[in-house]
């Protein structure tokens, strides 16, 4: 296709208003390469999809594909052994539960016969059909990350009982360091009565002057000197015990992730076929919902040179300004003539007849 043409008709403009209504990456790609096709068998297949998934928005209301984003390097990974970020794990079961949710929008349109078997109602049917939402890994995963900052306590049984030990010794540390600083004697020789931390261990702000009288570690200092930060050694071996733990506790979260990852492994190719069918499905309910916002209707497209359109209206014109106009040619005459003063609309009627061909075998419907 002529790339003057596309500028010169605003086919580009047309492309730049269908991708906004895509909702994830790969959809909204989808609608930017869109060009117009010469082949009549597929041009009929991309209006029949349009037309179908119109039908759906008009009946159900429209689809959200929000969720969906691109783990081509998270799979890649996964399938020579890798293990995934929390991160990469929350979007595949994002992507899954997009996936439960569009299946679930496509089986509004599904019957069953007299003998129970599904009766395929429309073009979008079996992109529905296709789709593998995987409930048990989506579930699986959502049971042991509760967000990208926090593993559930709950993920594993060694986990649980890790924490639940740290939460134990975490008690007895603040207990020992709040009845330090509590103690009246020691009121005069502390900066604050406060429990910090420094360097991943719990300690007490002691004035310079006084640090010979708490006997311990020394982890930091102000800035002037003043204060420092002391690990008394009555909680030496208890903050010992936390960093173990601490330890312990990030090597049973690893083990978790590669638990998942290795479950995600399994079903890798699931996976990757639902971001296909997604995006494929973004691409043609954005066409959808694009003819919704200005009253689309599907073309009867001909090899034949004729052309008959009745009140249409220029779609990158206020569709409450724009002058409807019917144009007829091919059939008893094959040459138009159009005239009139300037700013009397011969421009726009014909860039709104060469923009209708260029959406009609882009598969997109037509305000006519």
Do not use: W
């Not at 117009?36 to 349009?50: A, G, H, L, R, Y």
């Not at 919902?289 to 990158?316: C, W």
Request: hydrophobic share 40%; proline share 3%.
């Amino acid at each position: 296709m002529n790339k003057r043409t596309l500028r010169i008709l605003e086919y580009y403009k047309i492309i730049e208003q269908l991708t906004g209504f895509a909702t994830c990456p790969e959809g909204k790609r989808m609608c930017e390469r869109l060009k117009p096709s010469v082949d009549m068998i597929e041009i009929q297949k991309n209006q029949e999809e349009t037309r179908d998934a119109l039908a759906r928005v008009y009946q159900h209301g429209g689809l959200s594909f929000s969720g969906v984003y691109p783990i081509g390097e998270a799979m890649k990974r996964v399938a020579v052994g890798a293990s995934l970020s929390i991160a990469e794990l929350l979007d595949v079961a994002k992507l899954l539960k997009v996936a439960e949710r569009a299946r679930q929008y496509g089986e509004q349109e599904i019957d069953k016969d007299n003998e129970g078997m599904t009766v395929r109602q429309d073009s979008l049917t079996g992109y529905f059909e296709s789709l593998m939402p995987l409930e048990h890994l989506a579930r699986e995963i959502n049971r042991c990350i509760l967000s990208e900052d926090e593993i559930a306590d709950d993920a594993s049984s060694a986990l649980k009982d890790i924490r639940r030990d740290m939460k134990q010794i975490n008690s007895k540390v603040h207990d020992v360091l709040n009845g330090i600083v509590a103690k009246q004697t020691n009121q005069a020789m502390l900066q604050d009565s406060l429990v910090t931390m420094r360097n991943g261990r719990f300690c007490i702000p002691v004035k310079s002057e006084y640090k010979g009288q708490f006997p311990g570690m020394v982890h930091d200092q102000s800035s002037k000197g003043s204060t420092f930060f002391i690990e008394p050694m009555a909680v030496v071996n208890l903050n010992n015990e936390l960093k173990e733990l601490a330890a312990k506790e990030a090597m049973e979260i690893e083990r978790i992730l590669s638990n998942l990852s290795e479950q995600v492994a399994c079903s890798r190719e699931s996976i990757e076929m639902n971001v296909q069918i997604l995006t494929k499905l973004d691409f043609i309910f954005a066409k959808a919902s694009f003819a919704k916002s200005y009253d689309g209707t599907e073309p009867e497209l001909n090899d034949q040179g004729m052309v008959l359109i009745k009140q249409g209206r220029h779609p990158l014109l206020d569709k409450h300004k724009v002058v409807p106009v019917d144009i007829r040619l091919g059939e008893e005459f094959s040459m138009l003539i159009i005239t009139g003063p300037n700013t009397g609309g011969k421009t726009v009627s014909l860039k709104t007849l060469g923009l209708f061909t260029l959406m009609g075998q882009s598969g997109l419907h037509i305000p006519a």
